[in-house]
Every structure is written in C-alpha cells, then in structure tokens.
C-alpha cells in the first residue's frame, strides 16, 4: 500500500504497533492515573507529554543517536539510572501520599504543584528509557525499503502511524480514567488500593529499567 513510499509489509507492521500499543507500561499508567485524579483535560496534557516525547525518540533514532546510546556503555547508563531513579521518585511520592500523608481524599493524593507539571512528567517518563530508542531504531528498520533514496519518508510515515495508534489508546485510557474517577470519589478504600497499586507499579518499573542490562 506504502511500497512508493518506502514501507514494506505494512500490515505485519500494522499488527505490531497494535501489540505494542496495548502493553501496559509507566506512560500509559501515568495518563491512566492523570484522568482519574484530575480528568480529562489533565488526561490529555500527560498523553501530549508521551506524544512529544515519543516524537523526539522516534525522530533521535532516525538522526542514528540510538547508535551512540547502543555503543556507549556510560551514555546509556547515564539515561537508564536517570529514568529508573524519576519512575522510583513518583512511585515513592505516590506511595507516601497514599499510605502516610493525611489528605481529604486518596482521588487527590497528587498535589497541586503535580498537577500544574503533568505535561513535563509525562514528557520526562517518555524521554528518560535509552532502550525505547534502540527499539525504535531496530523495529522501523525491518519496515523501511533499504533501496529507498530517502529514509526520512518512511521514518515519517511509520512514525505516524505508531503515534495515531498510542493517541487513539491513549484517548480510550483517558475516558476510561474519567468514569472511574467518579467510582473513586464514592470507595475511598477502593480509591486507596488503587494509587496504591500505581506507586506499586511505578517501583517496578524503575526497578526493571535499573536492574536490566544494556
């Protein structure tokens, strides 16, 4: 459909993103929680967040930064201990809102001063995983025509199509959090073992990333 264009095997690339998209990961349980605690509007600031950041990875693994973060030991370390110890700090901020600090209600555990910075977490959370961008690289590449004059084109095009993907999900995460919100305000307990479960998840996720090896 693509192939003047440079891309090939469109719809095993097709049913790759759809995989991809649909695995839970920190940026999409951050937009996730974003809606809940402050709705659709917040929902949708955390999901631009992931946009750009997932832009600038995208557009860094075309320019072939993903060799330098491939090849350099420290280079990689330097991003993977930066991005572990932010998904550790949300995770134990979270966590301690929820279990120590007294506040009116778990829906609202996270503070105005978050709040106002869902955009810029969001971003970071996206930008700060060195494998993302070695993933990228080595994904799109099985997709890109090698004796296409411009490699730009495909990049571009592939690019999109993943983002459209992760904006659509994305949307359904961002509803979805605005109705439950709603439940939350009613079950404090229920609110409670959620942001719970979150800070739980965050941990992980920076556990992961620190422990794995380049």
């Given at each position: 459909?693509?192939?003047?264009?440079?891309?090939?095997?469109?719809?095993?690339?097709?049913i790759?993103?759809?995989?991809l998209?649909l695995i839970?990961?920190?940026?999409s349980?951050?937009?996730?929680?974003?809606?809940?605690?402050?709705?659709?509007?917040?929902?949708?600031?955390?999901?631009?967040?992931?946009?750009?950041?997932?832009?600038a990875l995208i557009?860094?693994a075309?320019i072939?930064?993903?060799?330098?973060?491939?090849?350099?030991?420290?280079f990689f370390?330097?991003v993977k201990?930066?991005?572990?110890?932010?998904?550790?700090?949300?995770?134990?901020?979270i966590?301690?809102t929820?279990?120590i600090?007294?506040?009116?209600?778990?829906?609202?555990d996270?503070?105005?001063?978050?709040?106002d910075?869902?955009f810029?977490?969001?971003?970071?959370?996206?930008?700060?995983?060195?494998?993302?961008?070695?993933f990228?690289?080595?994904?799109?590449?099985?997709?890109?025509?090698?004796?296409?004059?411009?490699t730009?084109v495909p990049?571009f095009?592939?690019?999109?199509?993943?983002?459209?993907?992760?904006?659509?999900y994305?949307?359904?995460l961002?509803?979805?959090?605005?109705?439950?919100?709603?439940?939350?305000?009613?079950?404090?307990g229920?609110a409670k073992?959620?942001?719970?479960?979150?800070?739980?998840?965050?941990?992980?996720?920076?556990?992961?990333?620190?422990?794995?090896?380049?």
């Amino acid at each position: 459909m693509l192939e003047n264009f440079g891309v090939i095997n469109l719809w095993t690339y097709i049913i790759g993103v759809t995989v991809l998209t649909l695995i839970p990961g920190p940026n999409s349980i951050f937009v996730l929680t974003s809606s809940v605690k402050h709705g659709v509007k917040e929902g949708y600031k955390a999901s631009f967040g992931v946009f750009l950041g997932d832009a600038a990875l995208i557009f860094l693994a075309f320019i072939g930064v993903a060799s330098l973060v491939r090849t350099s030991p420290l280079f990689f370390d330097v991003v993977k201990y930066a991005g572990a110890a932010y998904l550790l700090y949300l995770g134990g901020r979270i966590l301690y809102t929820t279990l120590i600090k007294k506040e009116h209600h778990p829906v609202d555990d996270m503070p105005k001063a978050t709040k106002d910075h869902i955009f810029r977490k969001a971003l970071l959370l996206s930008l700060t995983n060195p494998k993302t961008i070695i993933f990228y690289v080595s994904f799109f590449v099985q997709f890109v025509n090698p004796d296409y004059p411009n490699t730009a084109v495909p990049f571009f095009i592939l690019g999109s199509i993943l983002e459209t993907f992760s904006m659509i999900y994305l949307s359904v995460l961002i509803f979805s959090g605005a109705t439950l919100s709603s439940m939350f305000k009613q079950r404090y307990g229920l609110a409670k073992l959620s942001n719970g479960c979150v800070g739980a998840l965050f941990l992980a996720f920076g556990l992961k990333l620190a422990l794995a090896t380049s």
